[in-house]
């Protein structure tokens, strides 16, 4: 009979090897994207889409729909505003929770922008508003030109904080992810307390 002290010895044997393969992973998957030969004759493009990440491509969204939208273009950006500012706390939570360090910025020209945003890496926060926000645009304007364009511009976002090495494809993926979900499930709830 196998006691409960060795299966509990083989799951963490095993849960260390995924881990390691996983990380594995991670970093040639960086160094790919980073050094990839097509990516770079891109390079403005990475760079312009990281700077657009920081909110203002989405912040001038909102302000053109509160500007010249009507009464229900309105509550979708008071929605969403509220969807985000979850999105970010919970971010927040699980970078101090995991405080994954954020790769290293070899081979690269430009000035890292690390300290003035954090130093963790997962998930990332780019990532996470920017998905975050296509599933809202999505669930608001279903309309397929809106969501391709919208995601377009979310994959765009994600892959550039690869390329520029701010954060490994798992954090771009984790965050992709939780502001998808975040969004999901709170887009419903928020339209229903905000008529």
Known sequence: MIG????????????DRLGERALAWDELALEWVSENPFL????GIWVLATYLGDGYIWGLLALYLILFGGPSDHRNVLVSLAVVMVEITVLRLFKAF?????PTRLGHVYPSR??????????????????GIAYLIAFFYPAW???????????????SRIYLREHFPMDVIGGAV???FMSCLLAPLFCALIH
């Open 40 to 43: 770079r004759r891109l390079d």
């Open 98 to 102: 995991f405080a994954r360090p954020r």
């Open 178 to 180: 939780l502001g998808s």
């Open 145 to 159: 030109p809106n969501v391709l364009l919208t995601y377009l511009v979310a994959g765009a976002i994600g892959l």
């Open 114 to 131: 690390t300290a003035a945003l954090d130093i963790h890496a997962f998930p990332s926060g780019h990532a996470t508003t920017a998905f």
């Open 4 to 15: 409960t002290g060795s299966v509990a010895v083989r799951l963490g044997n095993f849960l």
